[in-house]
């Protein structure tokens, strides 16, 4: 039973007024009655109107005392149909907003099929605006659920809808508002840009703030309406489509495309939207059109294998066995410039957008500064340089080894702050995690923490090395006091460059790392802790890429897995590759993996993909 507590008496009135006007049998038997005893018993609901609250209630009492059972038998049934209030009717619309705030999808799509009214409320953009800032680009803290964000293709599609749709209106003289729309958000689509995205869509800012009565007749809508109401992309639209495309990775759904042209082996990739990038050990660079699947173009002028590539904007970076780093425009195909400073092979590169990093086969890492022009070389390494992330907010570098190691390097004094051991494999991959991203605690306290090495660049080990190599094997089964050790002060534990200016900001906290020990780990970049290793892998892993809401691992048994980040549970296995899985690369519907086998496999997640096969392996 439901006890309405405290109603405004204007809306129980009202209320009161619909159910009388409403109740066309109680009108027919009072016809019925002579016309003394309609006029004695209008004379008495009269009365008890006209009445106080509290002599209503003596009035009632009264009269109730004085019934026989069936009396009351017939009190009761009418009290409980009186009592059904359409308390979305009765509420004001700010507070039926609040209420259908709490629900879920299911849930909310089946009050909007109760009526009219509760149709225009569930369906507002202020309710779906709220579903969406709850599910996209997150997991919801309470359904569990996550949606990917907004392509820039989509966003493209719309621009070329409203400037088609206001061309047309201008033709016919009609007057279309300017759609107001969000500043466009860089997609992920290098497998190591991990930073916070924002929601890019076509949002119409001017929130209805009341509804019309659904019983009141629609006037026809002009033509310059109906453009600017097509123009304008509802919340719901907006949350429905994203809701496709997880329901999708959730269940492996998705249109797999195979792109072939290479002569060896590819050795690394880079996508977006719309253009793939490929390298190889046959020394060239393939240019793809994803959705023709078409070859467009090949950089040639490594003479040596490609080892690592990264998109920024039209220009791409390229490094190479060879020794150099080249600069190219994809879009042209001509080489604008190329970098020496490497003794040996090229491993890696990063950019952003002020410093380039390149990690060699030569144990260095290579600096240069684009603002100052200066470069400069980190050393600390004892084996190859395999991978090298740029963190531009704190202006730190995290670098990973065939020493087994990860290093974090200050990019202002030069120096190596912290080292992470417990890997017991070459490490090859790093990922920086969203600033938003927490791992699941509960899942943490199952895990356990590894006991690993952490130290500054001069100091010595906080535990023995031998020790953290047999954690790292022992996992959850050993070393429960390390974590439960109080934390250290963030700033602190970066040093005294950190220390000494407040206002730097911090390196992320969290990272992930992978490597040919078969496992991912999970760190805390701030405490130096290894939360979580990841095991699934039956041989190394090679490559590493993620975001808030999966991560996507490529390894040597030439599986891809999919993982979810904050539990650390393997979610799908993909297989098909014929040879080891070198690289992988992900957006929000789309994934992508490189093999030694020549080819690059392409999965799309997409809402509207042209054929939908169940794909993958659930863990």
Aim: charged share 25%.
């Amino acid at each position: 039973m439901v006890l309405i507590q405290s109603v405004s008496p204007s809306c129980v009135d009202a209320h009161r007024a619909y159910r009388l006007r409403a109740d066309t049998s109680g009108a027919q038997e009072l016809d019925k009655l002579p016309s003394a005893d309609q006029q004695a018993i209008t004379h008495v609901w009269s009365l008890f109107s006209a009445a106080p609250a509290k002599h209503r209630d003596l009035m009632l009492q009264g009269i109730i005392t004085q019934c026989c059972f069936p009396q009351l038998s017939t009190v009761s049934r009418e009290v409980h149909e009186q009592l059904k209030i359409d308390f979305m009717a009765a509420l004001p619309t700010e507070i039926s907003y609040k209420v259908l705030g709490y629900l879920d999808t299911v849930s909310l799509c089946k009050a909007a099929q109760v009526s009219r009214r509760w149709r225009d409320l569930a369906d507002d953009d202020v309710v779906w605006h709220r579903m969406c800032e709850q599910h996209i680009d997150r997991k919801c803290t309470k359904c569990g659920f996550g949606l990917p964000l907004l392509e820039r293709k989509r966003l493209r599609d719309w621009n070329k809808q409203k400037e088609l749709a206001e061309a047309r209106s201008l033709q016919q003289g009609a007057v279309v508002e300017e759609v107001e729309q969000v500043e466009e958000a860089p997609v992920a689509s290098s497998p190591n840009m991990n930073k916070k995205r924002e929601l890019v869509v076509l949002d119409d800012s001017r929130k209805r703030a009341c509804l019309s009565d659904p019983g009141e007749p629609m006037a026809p809508k002009t033509g310059g309406e109906k453009e600017r109401e097509r123009l304008i992309r509802p919340w719901k639209s907006v949350y429905r489509d994203r809701f496709r495309v997880g329901f999708n990775w959730k269940y492996g759904r998705c249109h797999i495309k195979t792109f072939k042209g290479h002569d060896n082996g590819v050795t690394c990739l880079q996508f977006d939207d719309e253009i793939l990038a490929t390298g190889s050990y046959d020394a060239k660079i393939k240019i793809w059109n994803i959705e023709t699947g078409e070859e467009i173009r090949t950089l040639s002028g490594h003479t040596m294998g490609i080892r690592t590539l990264k998109f920024v904007g039209n220009k791409l970076f390229s490094g190479s066995l060879d020794h150099t780093v080249k600069v190219w425009n994809w879009q042209t195909g001509d080489c604008i410039s190329t970098l020496r400073g490497h003794s040996e092979g090229v491993i890696t590169v990063d950019f952003d957008g002020k410093y380039l990093a390149s990690g060699s086969i030569d144990k260095s890492i290579k600096i240069f500064n684009f603002d100052s022009k200066e470069t400069f070389c980190l050393r600390g390494h004892e084996d190859w340089v395999n991978h090298v992330r740029l963190d531009a907010g704190s202006q730190t570098l995290f670098s990973a080894s065939d020493d087994c190691t990860v290093r974090l390097w200050d990019l202002r004094n030069k120096t190596c702050i912290k080292t992470f051991e417990g890997h017991m494999g070459q490490v090859q991959q790093i990922l920086l995690m969203p600033e938003d991203f927490e791992p699941d605690e509960e899942a943490l306290a199952g895990d356990g923490a590894d006991n690993v090495s952490v130290h500054s660049g001069s100091g010595r080990s906080t535990t023995p090395t031998a020790f953290a190599n047999v954690a790292s094997i022992l996992g959850s089964s050993f070393g429960g006091a390390e974590a439960s050790s109080p934390p250290a002060d963030d700033r602190t534990s970066f040093g005294c460059a950190f220390n000494s200016d407040p206002t730097r900001q911090l390196p992320p906290r969290y990272m992930l790392t992978a490597g040919l020990d078969n496992t991912v780990k999970v760190w805390n970049v701030h405490t130096g802790k290894c939360l979580r290793t990841m095991f699934g892998h039956v041989e190394g892993i090679w490559g590493l890429v993620g975001d808030t809401l999966r991560i996507v691992t490529g390894a040597n048994d030439s599986m891809v897995k999919v993982w979810e980040p904050k539990s650390g549970k393997c979610e799908r296995t993909f297989t098909g590759h014929s040879g080891p899985v070198t690289c992988v690369g992900l957006t929000d519907s789309r994934m992508a993996s490189g093999s030694e086998d020549g080819e690059v496999r392409l999965y799309s997640f997409e809402a509207d993909a042209p054929l939908l096969e169940e794909c993958g392996t659930p863990a």
